[in-house]
């Protein structure tokens, strides 16, 4: 539940040093308002013992669980009363979104009226964009080996893959070291003295220490040109989930917030 409380001041008493005052909870019914304007002294009548007129009253403080509202002294209670009935027929989950909606500035909340949760898709406990995109990615794919081939070969840390297959490689895979004939061509043609001196670096023919030309090769030569031929578990951990959700997030239509992640489909 939201709370939407604030504090009503007699203002006559308050220019004369006095402060009289009492916090209402909103909303509240005309009845329970005049009884609080009869405990605080404000009355279209004289003060029984000054004789003075006491009939305006302001706001001097106010507390929400509502994010970025704003409260001016001078603000009409019955508009008020009308955002707090309106945030009241909320549900949990709608109070949900309208919070975030507005703590991330896609909606003030003087415009309760015109709320509509359905623009609104929220990601609960997803603080950064590495958990965002797997978040995405899983919920509205089904998981990252059912994305199209561009997006993986353009979210695919191809470096890393590089860096990895470098280091993991072993020339014994490829050449039968009981072979000695097929041995003794691969070390004159590699110029090394033993096939483990072999490097990926030397069997697919690029640069030292080029790790992203590397993943390329690899992924021209083994897989067909195509990381998606590559098995889930080697997607999963290359595709770079970070990179994928700051694209969409460079739309502007979400922002993190102290819940979650929040999108605005109607900007």
Request: proline residues 1%; contains cysteine; hydrophobic residues 30%.
């Amino acid at each position: 539940m939201a709370y939407l409380n604030i504090y009503l001041t007699n203002l006559g008493k308050y220019n004369e040093g006095e402060l009289v005052g009492e916090w209402v909870e909103l909303p509240i019914s005309d009845e329970e308002l005049q009884a609080v304007f009869k405990r605080i002294g404000i009355s279209d009548k004289p003060d029984p013992v000054t004789g003075q007129y006491y009939e305006e009253y302001f706001i001097t403080d106010y507390e929400s669980d509502i994010p970025d509202i704003s409260i001016g002294e001078y603000d009409s209670i019955d508009s008020l009363n009308e955002i707090a009935e309106s945030i009241e027929s909320l549900s949990d989950y709608e109070l949900k979104i309208l919070k975030n909606a507005c703590e991330a500035g896609f909606f003030d909340i003087e415009n309760i009226e015109d709320f509509d949760r359905s623009r609104y898709y929220f990601y609960e406990d997803v603080y950064d964009y590495q958990s965002l995109g797997e978040y995405m990615i899983d919920d509205i794919y089904g998981g990252v080996e059912h994305l199209e081939s561009e997006t993986l070969a353009s979210n695919f840390n191809m470096e890393s893959f590089g860096w990895d297959e470098h280091y993991y490689f072993n020339a014994e895979d490829y050449i039968d070291r009981d072979d000695e004939e097929q041995v003794a061509e691969a070390c004159e043609r590699y110029g090394v003295d033993d096939i483990t001196d072999i490097t990926a670096y030397d069997w697919y023919d690029v640069s030292e220490g080029d790790d992203e030309a590397l993943g390329e090769a690899i992924i021209d030569e083994v897989y067909g040109g195509d990381v998606e031929n590559l098995d889930r578990t080697t997607l999963e951990r290359y595709f770079d989930y970070s990179e994928y959700a700051r694209g969409i997030d460079a739309a502007g239509v979400g922002a993190f917030t102290s819940d979650g992640y929040i999108e605005d489909t109607g900007r």
